[in-house]
């Protein structure tokens, strides 16, 4: 049987660092004290100090304008029309700009596939066709979007890439996670949303996978769920964007799925067998709770730490932010296994190893 190799990953972000200017915004909106203190304190606690976005923020003079553009402003949030052509305008560019560090060149046009994943937003001719025109893709290349899964979405497309490998050995797959999470703001009293909304940020992460035994194995995969969870991550497409609820109870419900399902995660491995952890950073608490439900060494989740307080949560591209920070400094022969959750509660697995 073939195998499917992850080749190399490159990613990209916008150059707008808006973690401070959201702090802010969000806390303009609690009007008890005693609240605003308590969700200042959270905020504090969320291991973030950077997240990127294509919204360009401007100084708070309390006018209740978020950005340069004027696209939030208090009292007058956009569309979900309006943040599509948001997104049409600016998901372009963070795309190709994540492709063109794969460093392809004249091989780009050898790509048979071409993957597309995103939650925040659709459009169509998309991305797709977009990357096509400018990189001179084969204009027949085959072309999938998975689409609206959430931040599991990128191991989904993985698994896409491995089937296509498996069954067609000389194929060479392109993955492209692309997120703009900062375009689904909304207003809200409600400190628990509030907290979420300061969690995500926007970029894109691509991928090549192929048969090329480099990089690192796509060996197993493997999707565990949580029963009687499905309310705990929302994701729904609302007039005012795309409505994001992130219960309290999803660090807990994660901790104890991973712990009950291990064994098959693991494909029969044992926790200390494995020597790399790429987990999805969903959240401070998040990496709490898989560090703990676990029983993983205090630095395991160290490189999903680092994208955590340089990024944030980007949704679907943030566990290939970690993938491509670990395989930087892993060694052949380690094996790891990577982990991202997602509405369902669902936590979507797989087991690699590094090449040579």
């Not at 569309?79 to 599509?84: E, F, G």
């Amino acid at each position: 049987m073939t195998i499917a190799y992850l080749n190399r990953v490159a990613t990209a972000t916008p150059r707008n660092d808006v973690h401070d200017a959201f702090v802010d915004f969000a806390e303009r909106q609690i009007s008890d004290p005693r609240v605003g203190r308590v969700f200042h304190r959270m905020a504090e606690r969320g291991q973030i100090d950077h997240r990127w976005s294509s919204l360009r923020p401007k100084r708070d003079d309390g006018d209740g304008v978020l950005d340069l553009d004027g696209f939030y402003e208090l009292g007058r949030f956009p569309s979900t029309a309006a943040r599509m052509r948001r997104y049409e305008a600016d998901a372009p560019s963070l795309a190709a700009e994540a492709f063109g560090r794969l460093g392809l060149g004249e091989e780009a046009t050898s790509l048979t596939h071409l993957i597309v994943v995103s939650c925040t937003g659709f459009s169509a001719p998309g991305v797709d066709f977009d990357l096509i025109a400018r990189f001179g893709l084969n204009p027949s290349i085959e072309r999938t979007t998975v689409g609206f899964m959430g931040c599991y979405a990128a191991i989904n497309g993985l698994k896409l890439a491995r089937h296509i490998v498996r069954s067609e050995p000389e194929a060479r797959v392109a993955v492209v996670c692309l997120e703009l999470c900062t375009l689904h703001l909304n207003e809200t009293p409600s400190i628990e949303q509030l907290l979420s909304f300061l969690v995500f940020g926007d970029g894109c992460a691509a991928a090549l996978v192929s048969a090329e035994p480099t990089g690192v194995s796509l060996d197993s995969f493997h999707a565990a769920m949580a029963p009687g969870t499905a309310e705990e991550i929302r994701w729904n497409i609302r007039d005012l964007g795309f409505d994001m609820f992130l219960s309290g109870q999803v660090p807990s419900e994660l901790g104890r799925t991973l712990r009950a399902g291990a064994e098959a995660i693991l494909a029969g491995r044992r926790i200390e067998e494995v020597d790399l952890w790429a987990v999805h950073p969903g959240g401070r608490s998040v990496l709490d709770a898989v560090e703990t439900g676990l029983s993983l060494k205090e630095d395991a989740l160290a490189a999903s730490r680092r994208v955590l307080r340089g990024n944030g949560n980007m949704s679907s591209a943030t566990v290939l932010f970690v993938l491509a920070e670990i395989m930087r400094e892993a060694e052949p022969g380690q094996t790891g296994c990577a982990l991202a959750f997602g509405p369902g509660l669902v936590a979507e697995t797989m087991m690699f190893r590094v090449a040579g």
